[in-house]
């Protein structure tokens, strides 16, 4: 007979051997996302100090992140600038992903796929970097109309502002919103699609009526992995958004870095995480027919 | 009047190349109004592929096909007067039972209410009353099936294709399901073409069978003829099990041939039992398990018997197989006797009398 000591029979168990697993993962997690967070939580409720923070409570920084103007219009920017991003990236990215799951023969696939992510060889860094060389006063976009004669002096408007930002971010974001939907449309069966037709409806309303509702988890993924990141994104509006294309997370490091105002700018970080947290699960709601998946 | 249309689907030398691979080689059929026909054949036949083109899933490399007298060519599948039920089934998981079965309705000008009738009459018909407003992926295997014959026939369409629609049931089910496409077939007397590689449900099913090998119909006949007469040896061997044995034609005239076969000898065959298509290989004659009969003690041939030795017995329940050696032959004979009340099943080894008959043997050549 087995008589293992009480830990040992646990690790043998289903349950345990499954927490055994997740552990390293696990702790990592909450050392490194749960711990931060808490202290954010906290700070964000404090006073704040000359030098030091007061350790009182307070409702304070949350009362004046949302009334104080200029964060509120800060936030109401980068949730534009972030649903925007979000709108751009999906509509172009679902062409792609139908084109490499519909068009492209099975053995080309896993090439395709490859070619999707070669944008990140190049660090993301690197990549703002050469937008700003793109669009900038003397870029790529501007020499080229002059040298042509189109333009007779620099455009302005295509750099350091809220465009710059979005076209940035959707290159940025695009393989991440292409994968989730390319993975939805190789998940349908294709005799759907056949028997679409047989029925009676058009290659377009099959698409409609078929394509389109099974490819819809896909969808909300890609809605979600573009949605949330740029929303907190800080290195593109920093170096391509200019004074006008600020977002909340240059706003949080500018308090918290230069201003030294702990509390306020965790205020202002938990708050856009609230916002987001609400627009996500008010998304899912409403999506939430197309997910009740099969099986 | 009525002017009588006896072909609802006819195939003109129809040719479908992929690429180099010629899978279909001169199709040249037609499928009657109102008939139960199957594409009978091995897997890679190009049976299924015949069965697209006539939904128009696949385009044809030359020739032609017409259903109920007009030219498809250029016919997109949406256009078409035929539904599918398709292998898989291709029941949309994302709409309910009812949704699926409705798909097809969209612009039926009939009102919401007569739509929602005649959903819910199809399910009937299929025996899944009351199943409407499941979710279709928590329906089983069988189910699906007739989700999937509901959708189709709630069109009222003139053919209904049928690509291995029974392949992936269990067996118990697949007899229940082939018993009820026959029953619903003359219910609603559409053409029903079938594909299957499954003699037997070929059999059962069908008022008429193109049995295909290689891209071509190696013979297109009823059931019955099928089996007692079939056209070649590939297609004998095909339907059923049958013992070949090597023969020699002695005398021939314009209604008779005569053949001298090891074990049996000298035969005298009429025209209708000689068949082209022994493969090259000169002469042999083929006969069906239940065409041979072992004699028990005292029994009286029929026609003609000879003698053999047992070498092997394979006991079904219903039925024995007989691997019988004959004296005079090199191969055994599969004999299969029904195991009635009071018949023993014999030993291996055992000496025994066979009789046969040879109006039940067809000749190949």
Redesign the interface.
Known sequence: MDSGNGTGRFFRTESGAGLALISPTAIYALLMLAAPLGAILLYSVFKDGYLEIIREFTLANYIEAWTNELYRQVMIRSLFVSLSVTVVTVLLAFPVAYFVSFHVAPSRKSLWLFLITIPFWTSYLIRVFLWKVILGYNGVVNSGLLWTGIIDEPLQWINYNVGAVVTTLAHAYAPFAILPIFVALEKI?R??L?????????KFRTFL??TL??AMPGVVASVLIVFIPTIGDYVTPQLIGGPEGRMVANLIQLQILKLDNYPLGSAIAVSAMAIVTAISLLFLLMTRR?LKG?? | MTIEKPEMIEFRDVHKYYGDYHALRGITASIRAGEFFSLLGPSGCGKTTLLRTIAGFEGISSGAVLIDGKNMAGVPANKRPTNMVFQSYAIFPHLTVEENVGFGLRRDPRSKDEKTRAVAEALEMVGLKGYGKRAAHALSGGQRQRVALARALILKPKVLLLDEPLSALDKKIREQMQLELIRLQREVGITFVLVTHDQEEALVMSDRIAVMFEGEIAQLADPETLYRRPASRKVADFIGTMNFLPAKVVAEDANHTDVEVAGFGRMHLSKDQVMAGNGGEGASVGFRPETLTILFDGQQPTDRESMGTITEVVYYGDMTYYDVKLDGTEEPMRISMRNVFGRPVLDIGTRTRVAWSPGALVLFR
């Open positions: 069966d005799s759907l056949e028997a679409g037709q047989d029925l009676g409806e058009s009526r078929v509702p099974l197309y099969p099986k």
